[in-house]
């Protein structure tokens, strides 16, 4: 088996995987990654400052509230 990386203009996806549906199900294996923009180690670095640094604070985002945006999120990437 071999393993190949696409990447697949908006406006022909839907197209595309019409085609790699016709082919045989036991013999390709679609796996779709979402396409985040990268940020620096310095940005990474404030968020995770910030994240902490409201933990002590006790502020945040209600549990129910963080749940649903995963379970959104999650979602998402399954119909893909």
Do not use: C, W
């Not at 390709?28 to 400052?49: G, L, N, R």
Request: hydrophobic letters at 40%.
């Amino acid at each position: 088996m071999h393993t190949i990386q696409l990447n697949v203009d908006d406006s022909i996806f839907d197209k595309f995987m019409g085609l790699i549906e016709i082919l045989p199900r036991d013999k390709v294996e679609i796996t779709s990654q979402m396409d985040y923009p990268s940020i620096s180690f310095e940005e990474a670095k404030e968020k995770v400052h910030r994240a902490v640094n409201s933990i002590s604070a006790n502020k945040g985002i209600p549990l129910n509230q963080a749940i649903e945006k995963v379970t959104t999120l999650t979602t998402k990437i399954v119909e893909i």
